[in-house]
C-alpha cells in the first residue's frame, strides 16, 4: 500500500476515476434490480388542455402489461401534488401532481404509468391507450406569462432619490435565454415498498438524499423518514437532480399499488420534455452614475419564467438566489430588485449552476458596459474607480449580504495583463483588415456559496485500519471520494488509501447540505471538524491502552508514541486491540459550525473573431482569473471551472430553447435542434490563479463548482457586442441574430 501523504493544495490521481472509466460505475441505470417492472410514462402531447378521458383497456390487455396506472388509480394511495418548497408570500401556485389530474399544463406533462416486463411491451402500450384532451390556449413566451408572485428586495424610495439626483442613468433591456442542463446521465430511478414496515426505498439521483425526500414526501402523505434513498454515482447534475420529480414520486406511489420493484428509465427526447429548464428571465437594468462616473444606485425590473409549475427550489433562483449577488462587487449605496414569476405552458425551470447568480452578474456587466459606450468612458477604469476596495472587507454591500473578504481589483489586473489588454487595438486592426471584426470582452463576477449549512459527518476506525467517512454530501462528477479523503487524511496525517469515503446513503447520517459549491464551504469544513474529534477520540484509547496520559502522547503518521520514550501504538494496532476486546469502534462525529458563506469572485475576458459575411462567431480566447480562496485539490477544481466556462460560454453562443410559439410544442426537442457546445467551439482556456483564503472557515475554501457559468456569458457577450459596435444583442448569440444585426435588423 502506497504510505505517501497527500496534503491540502496537492492534486493527488482521482480515486473514483478507475472505478468509473472500467465500467463499475454505480449510477442508476446501472443498479441491479432482479424482477422488476419496467415503467413507461405517457405523457401530454399538447401543451396546454383539458383531460376528457383516458382509455386503458386496451393496453392493460396486451402482452407483459401489468399495469396501467393514471390519477385516479394513484389518489386513493395518498398521492398529493408536490411541493414548492421555497414559497413566495402570496403565491399563486399551480397543483403539480405525479400524473396530471384534469388539466395539463405543458407538452410532457405525465398523464398515465405504464407497468411492463419489458421495456418494448411498455413503449407498444403506450400506443393502445386512448387519450383526448380538449386543447386549451398555450402561453410560451416569457414576457407574457401569467404572473404568478410578486417580490422585491432593496430600498426603492432611496434609488429613485438617487437616481433622481444622478448625472447619468443608463439602461439596458435583454433577456437570460432558457437552457436545457442536460446533463450526460438522464434521469432514472428504482422503486420498491416494504408493506410490513410501511416504508418505500428509491435508488436515484440526486444532490443530496435528505433534502429529496422532502421534495418527494408530501406528495407521498408521509413523512420523509418513511422514504430511505440511495444515490451511487451521479452522471452530472448542474442543480437539475437536486429536485423531486413527478416520475419518482409516480413509481414510489405505483411501488406501493403493485408490490412490486419497478425500473424507469428516461432517454435523451424525454429528458427535453420532463427535466427542469435553467434561466429563462427577461430583464432591465438601470444604473444611475454622478459626474465622475461613480455608480450610484442599480435597480432591476425582472420577469423570470417558472414554468407551468412551481418547482421545489423554482421560486428561490430569481430572488433570494440573485439577490445575493446583484450588489455584486461594486460600491453601490442603493440597490432595488423587483421580480415577478410568471407561469407559461412549458417545463418548469429550477436551479441551474449558479442559480440566480450568472443572471444577477450578466445584467449589471452588459449594463456596464452600455454605460462606458454611451458616456465615452474606459470600460476597465470604470469598473476599478467602483470596485469594492481590499481594505473595507468585510463589507456589507447594499443588498444586505456581508462579503467575508476579496481583493477585487488582483483578478482584474491578472486578467487584462494576461489578455494583453492594451495591445488588442493593433489586433482589431489588422482584422479588419482582412475584412473580419474583433470583439473584446471583460467581465467581472461574483459568487455566493453557503446557503443550507445543516451537516453531520461520521468517522469510525474499522476493525482492518481503514478510517471510514461517511456524508450527507452527494458528489455528482466533483470527485468527493477523492477531496473529502484528502481533507480528511490531511487532518490525520495518513496516506490517502487508508480513507473510505461513502455517500449517498441517507439513513447513515441525520443530515446533509444540498452541495454545488458549498459542498466544501460546508461538507469539507465538516469532514475536517470530524477528522478531529476523531482523532481526539483516538488518544483518548490509546492513552488508556498505554496507560498514560493522552497529553503525554505526540502523534505524527497514524501513530501515538509517548514523548521521550520508545512506546507506540499505531492505529492499525488499536483497531485491532479494540476489535479483540469487542469493544465499539474508534468513532467520532461532527456537525457543521461557523460561517458558511463566502464570496468566490474573479474577472474574465474574451477575445471573438466575427465574420460579418456570415454572422459567424469564433471565440478565440477566454482567460479566467479566479478567487476560489483555498483550492484544496488544484487539478478539480481547475476541471471545474473549465465545465462551467464550456456552460457558460455555450449559453451565450449557442444553446436556446425554442418554443412554436402558436401551439407550445417544443422545437428544439433532441441534440440535432439544440446545440451544445463541443470541442471545437471552445479555445484552449488560460486560468489563473488569485486565491485569497476565506477567514470563514478553516479551510480557507469559497467554492468552486459554478464560477464558470456566472462569468462567461458576460465576458463573451461584451466581447460579442464590442466587435458589433451595438449594445442589442442577446444571448445566444447566433450567427443568423448577428447576420441580421450586422444589416440593420
Not at 399495469?67 to 401556485?93: E, K, Q, R, S, W
Amino acid at each position: 500500500m502506497d504510505q505517501t501523504l497527500v496534503r491540502i493544495g496537492q492534486s493527488p490521481k482521482r480515486r473514483e476515476d478507475m472505478r468509473l472509466l472500467t465500467g463499475r460505475g454505480r449510477f442508476a441505470a446501472n443498479l441491479p434490480a432482479d424482477g422488476a417492472l419496467h415503467a413507461v410514462f405517457l405523457r401530454s402531447p399538447l401543451a396546454h388542455g383539458r383531460i376528457r378521458s383516458i382509455d386503458a383497456d386496451g393496453a392493460r390487455s396486451l402482452p407483459g402489461i401489468v399495469a396501467v396506472l393514471t390519477a385516479d388509480d394513484l389518489l386513493p394511495l395518498g398521492m398529493a401534488p408536490l411541493p414548492c418548497l421555497n414559497p413566495i408570500a402570496g403565491m399563486h401556485m399551480p397543483e403539480r401532481w405525479p400524473l396530471a389530474r384534469e388539466i395539463v399544463r405543458h407538452v410532457g406533462d405525465p398523464v398515465a404509468l405504464v407497468l411492463a416486463e419489458t421495456p418494448a411491451q411498455g413503449r407498444d402500450a403506450l400506443e393502445a391507450i386512448g387519450l383526448e384532451i380538449a386543447e386549451l390556449p398555450a402561453i410560451t413566451d416569457t414576457a407574457a406569462g401569467e404572473p404568478c408572485f410578486d417580490w422585491q428586495m432593496g430600498d426603492a424610495t432611496e434609488c429613485d432619490r438617487l437616481f433622481a439626483g444622478a448625472a447619468h442613468v443608463v439602461a439596458l433591456e435583454t433577456v437570460n435565454n432558457r437552457v436545457a442542463i442536460a446533463p450526460i446521465e438522464p434521469r432514472a430511478a428504482i422503486a420498491g415498498y416494504d408493506a410490513r414496515a410501511g416504508r418505500w426505498r428509491l435508488e436515484t439521483q440526486s444532490q443530496g438524499v435528505h433534502f429529496l425526500a422532502q421534495c418527494l414526501a408530501p406528495a407521498l402523505g408521509v413523512d420523509p423518514d418513511r422514504i430511505e434513498i440511495f444515490t451511487g454515482d451521479v452522471g452530472g447534475s448542474f442543480g437539475m437532480k437536486l429536485m423531486g420529480f413527478p416520475e419518482q414520486a409516480a413509481l414510489l406511489l405505483a411501488a406501493k399499488a403493485t408490490g412490486r420493484l419497478l425500473r424507469w428509465e428516461s432517454d435523451r427526447a424525454e429528458a427535453f420534455l420532463s427535466d427542469t429548464y435553467g434561466r429563462d428571465q427577461v430583464y432591465r437594468g438601470e444604473l444611475a452614475l454622478d459626474e465622475d462616473g461613480r455608480f450610484l444606485a442599480y435597480r432591476v425590473r425582472t420577469k423570470a419564467n417558472m414554468g407551468a409549475y412551481l418547482s421545489a427550489y423554482g421560486p428561490y433562483v430569481p430572488t433570494g438566489g440573485m439577490k445575493r449577488v446583484t450588489g455584486h462587487v461594486y460600491a453601490l449605496q442603493a440597490i432595488h430588485l423587483a421580480v415577478q414569476g410568471v407561469l407559461t405552458h412549458t417545463v418548469p425551470t429550477d436551479a441551474y449552476r449558479g442559480a440566480g447568480k450568472p443572471e444577477a452578474v450578466y445584467l449589471l456587466e452588459r449594463l456596464i458596459d452600455k454605460a462606458a459606450r454611451d458616456l465615452a468612458l474606459d470600460r476597465v477604469e470604470l469598473r476599478r474607480i467602483n470596485l469594492i476596495p481590499a481594505a473595507a472587507m468585510p463589507y456589507r454591500a447594499a443588498s444586505g449580504e456581508l462579503y467575508d473578504s476579496g481583493d477585487f481589483e488582483a483578478p482584474l489586473d491578472a486578467a487584462l495583463g494576461a489578455a494583453d489588454w492594451r495591445g488588442f487595438p493593433a489586433r482589431r486592426a489588422a482584422a479588419e483588415a482582412m475584412g473580419m471584426r474583433r470583439g473584446l470582452g471583460l467581465g467581472l463576477y461574483l459568487h455566493a456559496t453557503g446557503g443550507d449549512a445543516t451537516d453531520i459527518v461520521h468517522i469510525r476506525l474499522l476493525p482492518d485500519g481503514v478510517v471510514e467517512v461517511d456524508s450527507g454530501l452527494q458528489s455528482s462528477g466533483q470527485g468527493h471520494e477523492t477531496v473529502l479523503a484528502q481533507i480528511v487524511a490531511h487532518r490525520l496525517d495518513l496516506p490517502l488509501e487508508r480513507i473510505r469515503v461513502i455517500e449517498g446513503e441517507g439513513f447513515r447520517v441525520a443530515d446533509s447540505p444540498t452541495g454545488g459549491s458549498s459542498s466544501m464551504p460546508v461538507g469539507g469544513v465538516t469532514a475536517g471538524r470530524a477528522a478531529q474529534a476523531f482523532l481526539d477520540r483516538a488518544r483518548e484509547l490509546a492513552a488508556d491502552a498505554l496507560e498514560v496520559s493522552g497529553q503525554d502522547l505526540a502523534y505524527a503518521r497514524g501513530e501515538f508514541r509517548v514523548t521521550g520514550t520508545d512506546r507506540a501504538l499505531t492505529l492499525d494496532a488499536l483497531a485491532l486491540e479494540l476489535a479483540a476486546g469487542g469493544q465499539n469502534h474508534c468513532a467520532a462525529e461532527a456537525a457543521f459550525e461557523g460561517e458558511h458563506r463566502t464570496f468566490p469572485n474573479g474577472a474574465y475576458i474574451a477575445e471573438v473573431l466575427l465574420d460579418p459575411d456570415t454572422g459567424r462567431v469564433q471565440l478565440e480566447r477566454l482567460i479566467a482569473a479566479d478567487d476560489l480562496g483555498v483550492k484544496i485539490h488544484p487539478a478539480i477544481a481547475d476541471g471545474q471551472i473549465h465545465g462551467g466556462l464550456a456552460q457558460g460560454i455555450g449559453q451565450a453562443l449557442m444553446e436556446g430553447v425554442v418554443h412554436d410559439p402558436a401551439s407550445g410544442q417544443l422545437l428544439t426537442g433532441s441534440l440535432m435542434d439544440y446545440a451544445l457546445p463541443r470541442a471545437g467551439d471552445l479555445p484552449g482556456f488560460q486560468l489563473i490563479d488569485c486565491g485569497h483564503p476565506t477567514p470563514a472557515n478553516p479551510l480557507g475554501a469559497k467554492g468552486a463548482g459554478e464560477v464558470g457559468t456566472i462569468g462567461a456569458p458576460a465576458a463573451v457577450m461584451n466581447a460579442v457586442a464590442d466587435a458589433l459596435g451595438r449594445d442589442d444583442v442577446h444571448m445566444p448569440a447566433t450567427s443568423e441574430q448577428l447576420w441580421r444585426l450586422l444589416r440593420g435588423g
